[in-house]
């Protein structure tokens, strides 16, 4: 069975910074692109970022680039979201997905929240 | 960077009824859609991919068409267990977007 769990949200300041954990298990994880997608508060969805099977390819929603960084550890079956200079427009549930094909999120996990609020 | 129109924003329908939900993409993309169904409090679920697919398990009364730029959504006969919000979702060489959602209650 697919399992995506994330961790490692909570409240933070405005600036401040948290790493997001997804670890995967139920499937070869090296053999996927993997995303984050997030849902601010009684909103809709939003793409933030993937990264490509070995790492080597990674592409992020503007609205992130240069304060987001997605890696992967293949041998920990394991996705993060380095998440800098966090504002108050990146508070949202985060969701890891899997990418089927790179073209749509076959498996999420239960989702993180992350609060950005002094 | 591809816009996608979603309609409508909120939907109310009666148990056996017949449901749209339309997705318009601000370009050309093939047939590179996706639909979600979110259940309050949980995480979306994939129902339709590659604008026509059923995804395995789901059930059939559920179905996508269109190409380019416009998508239909169809419920065939709604059951209390549909309600949700559904999301449209285009890919574009490794980069995403969703629609607005359309929140669909019980009338």
């Known amino acids: 069975e697919v399992q995506l769990v994330e961790s490692g949200g909570g409240l933070v300041q405005p600036g401040g910074s948290l790493r997001l954990s997804c670890a995967a298990s139920g499937f070869t994880f090296s053999s996927y692109w993997m995303s984050w997608v997030r849902q601010a508060p009684g909103k809709g969805l939003e793409w933030v970022a993937n990264i490509k099977q070995d790492g080597s390819e990674k592409y992020y929603v503007d609205s992130v680039k240069g304060r987001f960084t997605i890696s992967r550890d293949n041998a920990k079956n394991s996705l993060y979201l380095q998440m800098n200079s966090l504002r108050a427009e990146d508070t949202a549930v985060y969701y890891c997905?899997?990418?089927?094909?790179?073209?749509?999120?076959?498996?999420w996990g239960q989702g993180t929240l992350v609060t950005v609020s002094s | 960077d591809i816009q996608m129109t979603q309609s409508p924003s909120s939907l109310s329908a009666s148990v056996g009824d017949r449901v749209t939900i339309t997705c318009q993409a601000s370009?050309?993309?093939?047939?590179?859609l996706n639909w979600y169904q979110q259940k309050p409090g949980k995480a979306p679920k994939l129902l339709i991919y590659d604008a026509s697919n059923l995804e395995t398990g789901v059930p059939s009364r559920f179905s996508g068409s269109g190409s380019g730029t416009d998508f239909t959504f169809t419920i065939s006969s709604l059951q209390p267990e549909d309600i949700a919000t559904y999301y449209c979702?285009?890919?574009?060489?490794?980069?995403?977007?969703f629609g607005q959602g359309t929140k669909l209650e019980i009338k």
């Open positions: 370009q050309d993309i093939s047939n590179y």
């Open positions: 979702q285009q890919y574009d060489n490794l980069l995403y977007s």
């Open positions: 997905a899997r990418a089927w094909l790179g073209t749509n999120f076959d498996y």
